[in-house]
């Protein structure tokens, strides 16, 4: 009787096991099913700019191919409508309007060729995947596979059975050699027959900016040559110079067995690499790692849940939110070693992470505001990350690029994300550090970046910057771009004022929100458009609304139409410029039905997704079509909401109206599409528009759920009815970051036609 029930327990036992094991396996298959609606090939056509290869979430390294060099179109080393491969990198920004990076290149290859070889490739053979990517080379016997940890980049090539089996390796590779990017040195060193390190550094967007690299091979290789400067090198063990590549054999290569290369990289040192590498990748299996990818993937896509019949609008949303979580980008070691905007190595602190690739012009707007809702924690991270820099460099970075400053864009928008980070109540946060950075950069101190040879650091301290704090215009025939700062550091400057507010320091509150009233200076009565003044204070002549020249104009990329309405901070302020909401209104009428002829010779390409003068593709227009709510008019900001969602998104690869931007375009989506959207980063308000789901959940932080429930949904049902938050009908089309916070629910009931009354 004992020894039944002991073999009866030990079954039982093995029972439980058994089922546990399966409940866990169907829970991971349950969590990884959302994989199936991202395509990354998305935003990889007309002008997304994006990548397709495999890349963790915030990953350091971004693993893709590249296929194309310079030019606009190769912002992020890669085009849907190309058919070769240069090979595969191992870092790329994300939807980025400028290019740089493409650091450490491998080709595969299997025939004898006298210079770089390229790759050819149909796109059926293609495959993009969370986690995954694939091709088969037309022109070489190959097929290539790769996946990515963090910091560490696996690849696996299958060479025919017949075919020799060789390999680039190329640290001199470069994207946009045409605008600037350039190498400043190479350094490749062969430890022995299965490892090898390296260094690049290079000089582009980022000024100066170094990737060490290690490298081990799953079989032994044969040093056919090397390349240094265009000159074969003698043999030796460590190759230097400004372009260094070589070629590889892997005679010894098992007849069907695959090239299996890890590739860790450091932005400090080839032992930061390589301790990269032990910690993230101590083995050599290829489909564990793209799983814990994929898991990883899953795991963050799980931050909303959407319910609907329609799959199209599945893959167009959880793309978007795979985009959305690509930058900000880590940028340390596993050790918690980086380099600091001083170029200092420095360590980061317990719990705290240092990043890079902080699009902020584009991602203040709704990037950033999305993530403090489904990502507190990294927002707060990413605040702290922003003081931290500077802490480093003396001021608030624009857009830091691998610990550059590269000075790109408008003002100072660090400021918003700080300011709506600290209006959600989001705690972890200097709130005196905040308020101080806040100022420095708003201030006009030369002496702050005077002792640096970084043209592009001073150029954090602009003469813009000295008209505003002497309370003047900017003067548009002495500085370009003037109304596009003029209006951008007025909403800055609100934002200060705000965290100002925070502070309880009411004496800076009242200095900038004076300054945040400047807007107004650049207001022309009697055209209804904000324009360019001269020092004297006549307006700028002559005078085309439509007119556009990129970088050269009083508005950089874009027009008086498009920058008119960049006062997000006080829209009732701008509707009083008009003289109330019917006049104000019927100006904004006109913007969506005017012609959407675009004049100049030299016009911003950036201006793309066009409804009359409204230019979806570029992030001053975001705001736009929600400002009708603001003027009792909400049914034109549905229909227009509507007509942007189907028509400036898709699932096709041309399915990203314009450059993606490190994740903008695909957050104004995804809020866009769960049915609400923040006009003004900084005022935690909330205003509704279309929402295209029949449910959308949000777990919180805090064990709560936010959720939206749409009623009569469906294509044809474009207008709101009534809204209810918490069963309580809503008097208007706005809420609260509290609402959020304290779990509501939000039910919006649609209708076949407006609701004007």
Known sequence: M?????????????????????KENVSKKQNTDILQYVDPFIGTGFHGHTFPGPVMPYGMLQLSPDTKLNGWDASSGYHYDDDTIYGFSHTHLSGTGIGDLGDILLL????????????????????????????????????????????????????????????????????????????????????D?????GLKQSKGWANNHK???????SSPFKVDSVMVDKKKASNSNIYKGKNVYAKLTFKSLENNDPLLIKVGISPIDTDGAQKNMKVELDHWEFNKVRVENEEAWAKELQKIKITTQNKDDLVIFYTAL?????????????????????????????????????????????????????????SAGWVNNLL????????????????????????????????????????????????????????????????????????LMPLYNKYVNEGKHIPADKIIKSVSFGLE???????????????????????????????????????????????????????????????????????????????????????????????FTTKLDT?????????????????????????????????IAYLYNYADQPWKTQKLVDQILKEFYSSKPDGIIGNEDCGQMSAWYILSAMGFYQVAPGNPTYTIGRPIFDKVEIPLENGKTFTIITENNSKENKYIQEAYLNDKKMDSLFFSHKDIKNGSTLKIVMGKTPKTN
């Not at 004992?2 to 399966?22: A, D, E, P």
């Not at 080379?137 to 089996?165: C, I, P, W």
Request: charged residues 25%; glycine residues 6%.
């Open 108 to 191: 595969p290859y299997t025939e004898k060729s006298s210079g770089k070889p390229i790759a050819t490739f149909d796109k059926n053979d293609e495959q993009a995947k969370v986690g995954f990517y694939s091709v088969k080379f037309n022109n070489y016997d190959v097929k290539a596979e790769l996946t990515a940890t963090n910091r560490v980049g696996m690849h696996k090539y299958q060479y025919g059975t017949d075919s020799q089996k060789k390999l680039l390796i190329d640290i001199g590779h470069i994207l946009q050699r045409t605008w600037g990017h350039s190498n400043v040195y190479n350094e490749l060193e062969i430890i």
């Open 322 to 378: 795979y985009h959305s979580m690509i930058a900000p980008m880590i940028y340390q070691d596993v050790d918690g070693r980086y380099r600091g905007m001083d170029k200092l190595i420095r360590k980061a602190r317990d719990r705290e992470t240092n990043y890079t690739v902080y699009s902020l012009w584009d991602t203040f707007r709704a990037l950033h505001p999305l993530m403090t809702i489904i990502d507190e924690k990294k």
């Open 193 to 197: 027959n299965k490892t090898i390190r």
């Open 388 to 459: 931290l820099k500077y802490k480093e460099g003396g001021i608030l970075p624009m857009w830091p690029l691998a610990s550059n400053y590269t000075a790109t864009m408008v003002g100072y928008p660090a400021v918003a994300n700080i300011a709506d980070a600290l209006s959600k109540g989001i705690p972890g946060i200097d709130q005196k550090l905040a308020l101080e950075a806040s100022i420095n950069s708003a201030s006009y101190k030369p002496e702050l970046v005077a002792d640096t040879k970084n043209e592009r650091k001073k150029a």
């Open 211 to 217: 990737v060490y690299f290690y490298a081990e091979f």
């Open 2 to 22: 004992k020894n039944i029930s002991y073999t009866l327990v030990i079954l039982l036992s093995l029972l439980f096991l058994t089922s546990c094991s399966q």
């Open 591 to 623: 913007l969506f039905s005017t012609s959407s002829e675009i004049v100049g010779e030299t016009a911003s390409a950036d201006i793309t997704g066009l409804i009359g003068q409204y230019a979806h593709g570029n992030e001053p227009s975001h705001h």
């Open 489 to 583: 550091m007025a909403y800055y400057d609100w934002c200060i004022a705000e965290i100002a507010k925070l502070n309880k320091n009411d004496s800076v509150e009242k200095v900038f929100e004076k300054r945040a009233n400047n807007y107004e200076l650049y207001f022309d009565k009697v055209t209804g458009f904000m324009r360019g003044k001269n020092e004297n204070g006549s307006w700028v002549k002559p005078f085309n609304p439509k007119h556009s020249s990129h970088e050269k104009s009083q508005y950089i990329e874009g027009n008086a139409w498009q920058w008119t309405w960049f006062v997000p901070h006080d829209v009732k302020g701008l509707i009083n410029l008009y003289g109330g909401e019917k006049a």
